[in-house]
């Protein structure tokens, strides 16, 4: 028997990989609250013709590891209810970053990156000669954060404004402290090797060209079409509930049980298994996927493994309060983009804005998800702020910097208590270090989920397929 700790995304793609790899059945997944999907959460207004999102809502289609996702869906017959983004859409080529007291379109073709545009002071192809001459580092690192990285090879101002503004948006962190080594491996690796990423990339570039090119699979079903049709992001018709949602009846389907509302309280691991405490009642399991908070599971094996209790409780995570916004109106964002994010150097409280009616059809409405605190969370709002005073701020700073002035005629308000794992400086090695726990005391135990792969989509997806598989070879 298998059983798998969370119904969030990673955990129910664990589900499905079992059921398809045959790994001891029966599949259990027990889940602490009273739905699955995790931080995947739609609400549907159709009536009305609009969704909120209160967590991820795009997807995108380029990468192995989003090869594999588009693999799922087709296999879960979701193939007609995509809702692509192509790369000429507004919302795949209009991307701005709030700086210096005004909105700024990101470059998004050549002519940008040759002329000097606001925030920066200097065109942006400039920063190429900076690392091209900087070289290599006076000592070797094995790893360095996000903005030192930047700063060294590129500019300040380009760590400042542009990394330190993405980070806001793959994980609402600080740019100071996210790992270069686990975000950005390859390129931080061609400056240790190569003594700059420009240099890197053509040694590296030059040297494929000299090697037989090996033969790779042609792709197929969604991964041919998001290529031929050049997708640049995408989500499901009716919101990306959708897919945790089809998964979940999907194994239903087939015999997996989900019990919603099943609180794992304690693992123990012995004679090869692992017996769970849950809503205070004793299951002992062949093997057990977690795919719930690291934290989480730190709590779960503290009693019998508090070494590796205490690695899993050393990655950090941060709180994000996301509150969805509608008017009646059309177009009131007056910009065509995806939105816009917030350099932590501006110092304001929120990370950035998603303008949703703009990357989905919400009818005649103007649809906004303001993003706020994440790495500063507790700075602006403390450690329990009300709803009123998360709202108060949204408003505040969509009137500021959007000039939208009409009151929202619906509002959603959530305050996602460590919702995001933060790769610090040396989560490599963490992580790695986990893994080498489990597999030295040979615990029949798998992880996967946000903490240790990625924070997307694509990689928790990815990450429940490497679990299962891992697990599956041990098991033979």
């Known amino acids: 028997m298998t059983a798998i700790i969370g119904a969030g995304i990673s955990g129910l793609s664990a589900g499905y990989y079992a ?32 969704v909120f999102e209160f967590g991820p809502r795009t997807i995108r289609p ?10 799922l869906i087709d296999e879960l017959g979701l193939a007609e209810h995509m809702y692509p983004i192509y790369s000429n859409h507004a919302a795949a080529r209009n991307r701005m970053i709030y700086a210096k007291g005004k909105l700024n379109m990101l470059p998004s073709d050549l002519s940008g990156i040759l002329r000097t545009v606001d925030p920066f002071t200097k065109p942006l192809f400039l ?18 954060s996000m903005y030192n990285f930047v700063e060294r090879r590129f500019g300040q ?23 270069v080594n686990f ?17 890197g990339l053509l040694l590296e570039a030059i040297g494929k060209r000299n090697q037989e090119k090996s033969p790779q699979t042609p792709a197929t079903g969604l991964v041919k079409k998001a290529k031929s049709e050049n997708w640049s992001i995408y989500s499901i018709c009716g919101g990306l509930q959708t897919l945790p949602d089809i998964i979940g009846e999907v194994l239903k389907e087939n015999q997996v049980n989900i ?41 779960l094996v503290s009693k019998q493994h508090p070494t590796l ?42 990370l950035g804005v998603i303008f949703d009616s703009c990357c989905f059809n919400m009818e005649n409405n103007t649809v906004l998800t303001v993003m706020m605190g994440g790495a500063w969370f507790c700075k602006w709002f403390g450690s329990d702020p009300s709803e009123e005073k998360l709202l108060t701020t949204a408003l505040k700073y969509v009137e500021n910097i959007l000039d939208i002035h009409e009151q929202p005629d619906s509002c959603k308000v959530n305050h996602l208590r460590k919702c995001i794992p933060q790769y610090i400086i040396g989560h490599q090695k963490r992580i790695e270090a986990i ?24 990689d928790v997806i990815l990450s429940a397929r490497v679990c299962v598989d891992d697990l599956s070879k041990r098991c033979k």
């Open 19 to 50: 059921l398809k790899k045959g790994l001891l059945s029966p599949v259990v997944i027990y889940e602490t609250t009273n739905r699955i999907g995790g931080w995947i959460r739609t609400e549907r207004f159709d009536a009305d013709g609009y």
């Open 309 to 350: 209790s205490n690695l899993l409780a050393a990655v950090p995570y941060v709180d994000v309060a996301v509150v969805n916004i509608r008017y009646k109106i059309p177009n009131l964002q007056k910009h065509n983009a995806f939105g816009f994010l917030v350099p932590p150097k501006e110092n304001l409280p929120i």
């Open 435 to 458: 893994k080498h726990y489990i597999q030295a005391h040979k615990l029949p135990l798998g992880i996967c989920g946000a903490s240790y792969d990625g924070v997307g989509v694509n």
């Open 183 to 199: 975000l950005m491996k390859s390129l931080f690796e061609m400056e240790q090797k190569h003594g700059g990423v420009i240099k």
């Open 259 to 299: 019990c919603t509302g099943a609180k794992c309280e304690e693992i123990i691991f012995d004679n090869n298994k692992a017996t769970l405490t849950v809503n205070g009642q004793s299951h002992t399991v062949d093997q057990l996927i977690s795919s719930i908070p690291s934290y989480e599971l730190a709590k």
């Open 62 to 71: 380029k990468g192995t590891a989003t090869g594999n996702t588009l693999e």
């Open 127 to 144: 920063a190429g000669f900076k690392d091209l001459f900087s070289g290599r580092p006076k000592k070797f690192l094995d790893d360095d």
């Open 157 to 179: 101002e380009i760590a400042d404004y542009a990394v330190s503004a993405m980070i806001c948006g793959i994980c609402a962190g600080d740019a100071k402290q996210i790992s």
